[in-house]
């Protein structure tokens, strides 16, 4: 019994050590509006999903972001807490100028209630 409490811990404190260390810089930015105007939500993502909270839930409608590492990296969003419902993603090395500026094309505008940075391998 004892092994069996044990090995999540072991399991979440190492992922959690290699997904902070992955996370090291890089920066994510949610607008309210398309073409990244209204407010604007930071987030520098130091977990492996983001569950939303605030004004920023439901709100957003364009997204910037800058990872250190982009090569072998998505960038996804989901319309349910924890990673979870429709995920629409983007390549992490996606120009700057061509990340997402208007989620309702993308079928996803004021629905988003988290997100992730996922690396590949």
């Known amino acids: ?9 072991l399991i979440t404190s190492l992922s959690s050590r290699h997904l902070e260390r992955r996370a090291d ?10 073409s990244y105007n209204g ?3 930071k987030f520098t993502p130091r977990i492996f999903c983001k569950t939303l909270d605030g004004d920023a839930r439901n709100q957003a409608s364009s997204a ?8 072998n990296f998505k960038v996804q969003f989901y319309t349910e807490d924890n990673c979870r419902g429709n995920m629409k993603e983007w390549p992490g090395d996606q120009r ?3 990340q997402p500026s208007n989620f309702g094309a993308d079928g996803i505008n004021d629905v988003i209630k988290s997100f992730r ?3 590949q391998d």
């Open 96 to 98: 700057y100028e061509d």
């Open 1 to 9: 019994m004892k092994f069996i409490l044990i090995l999540p811990t």
């Open 25 to 34: 810089g890089d920066t994510l930015s949610l607008y309210e509006h398309s």
């Open 64 to 71: 910037h972001w800058r990872v250190k590492a982009p090569r």
């Open 39 to 41: 407010r604007e939500w």
């Open 117 to 119: 940075l996922v690396q």
